[in-house]
């Protein structure tokens, strides 16, 4: 119940602009410093993507815990950063797919030069992942 009782807390602490924005820049940071660990840790990969989405979803919310203005583009700019680093580091097979199942609506809008994604979806289609055939299509 812990882990219910905290995931409810920190998606409501992201209903903030300001919040999810800070957030991201802590998690840019993150990713980029503990790339061994995350490589090796199911349950951070699996963090890192509900941080995500969870900031993709709550994209165009105008609610803020403080007066700071955060535009739109910087705020993309630094979603596209993380996908495209955290699509770079080794992942494991059932979180790839995940990502895969995730890149039309959660990914892919949101990444500032698609064709960096080649590499991830050609990765995943030479695994078996038929989904990284159809991605690489889209970016055509």
Known sequence: ????????????????????????????IFVRSKENIICRSEKIQEN???????AVDNLE???????????VKNYKKLISKIWLFFLRINLKANIKTLLLNLLDDKIF?????????????????EAGHFNGLFGLVTLM
């Open 1 to 28: 119940h812990e882990m219910e009782f905290n995931t409810f807390y920190f998606k409501n602490f992201l209903n903030y602009k300001d919040a999810i924005y800070f957030t991201l820049k802590r998690l840019n």
């Open 48 to 54: 890192i993507i509900k941080i995500l989405v969870l």
């Open 61 to 71: 919310i105008n609610k803020k815990l403080f007066k700071i203005d955060i535009s």
């Open 109 to 125: 809008p949101y990444i500032e030069q698609p064709r960096l994604l080649t590499d991830f979806l050609i990765e995943s289609f």
